[in-house]
């Protein structure tokens, strides 16, 4: 079975870090792009960050750049979200998904909860 | 504020059908039909339905379809079924610097 499961979440207080974890399981992990996505309570979804294969090529949306570190160890299929200076804004529910055709995300986890709050 | 701009809800009945809009500007847009679809239902993690502007995953309902035109892209769903109520959400890849972008969301209510 094709899965996605994140760990790392948690209660952070601001200007805190926290790295995020997405186990991949039942694909060849090291084929794909691989993407983190947000959605902040009762929001919608926004786009965080992807890898390519290689992490020869790194994209991250514009309020993320600096703080965040989006890597991945393909000999242990897994995909990571090192998260620093931590903001009440940044509270969300991570999600890790696969891009697939077209860069699609066509495989996502359940999500990890990040609260940033004081 | 999101860079696609999508209708806050739409509603239909079942066995109709309705269409979501899905409008940015051409730079939200890159050229290489990178459009894709969402459904959520609550608590869950989001559903591929459309890729490349128009193609269905498989085990994707055909009753899904996608299509686009200059700088709007639609999502419509025939033949709608209560199950189907739940919201949904565009995304495109940008030649903007935001390398990716998605919609703020359609609720779609089954009356």
């Known amino acids: 079975e094709v899965q996605l499961v994140e760990s790392g979440g948690g209660l952070v207080q601001p200007g805190g870090s926290l790295r995020l974890s997405c186990a991949a399981s039942?694909?060849?992990?090291?084929?794909?792009?691989m993407t983190w996505v947000r959605q902040a309570p009762g929001k919608g979804l926004e786009w965080v960050a992807n890898?390519?294969?290689?992490?020869?090529?790194?994209k991250y949306v514009e309020s993320v750049k600096g703080r965040f570190t989006i890597s991945r160890d393909n000999a242990k299929n897994s995909l990571y979200l090192q998260m620093t200076y931590l903001r009440a804004e940044d509270t969300a529910l991570y999600y890790c998904?696969?891009?697939?055709?077209?860069?699609?995300?066509?495989?996502w986890g359940q999500g990890t909860t990040v609260t940033v709050s004081s | 504020q999101s860079a696609l701009t999508q209708p806050a809800s739409v509603s239909g009945s079942p066995g109709q059908s309705i269409t979501i809009s899905c409008t940015g500007t051409?730079?939200?847009?890159?050229?290489?039909?990178?459009v894709s679809w969402y459904q959520q239902h609550p608590g869950k993690a989001p559903k591929l339905m459309i890729h490349?502007?128009?193609e269905r995953p498989s085990g994707v309902s055909n009753r899904f379809s996608g299509s686009k035109s200059d700088n709007t892209a639609s999502l419509t769903i025939s033949g709608l079924q209560v199950e189907d109520e739940a919201d949904y959400y565009c995304?495109?890849?940008?030649?903007?610097?935001?390398?990716?972008?998605f919609g703020g969301g359609t609720k779609l209510t089954v009356l």
């Open positions: 998904a696969r891009d697939g055709m077209s860069f699609a995300s066509d495989v």
């Open positions: 039942g694909f060849s992990f090291r084929d794909y792009w």
């Open positions: 890898v390519n294969q290689d992490e020869g090529d790194k």
């Open positions: 051409s730079s939200d847009f890159d050229g290489f039909d990178t």
């Open positions: 490349g502007v128009s």
């Open positions: 995304s495109s890849h940008a030649r903007s610097a935001t390398f990716r972008v």
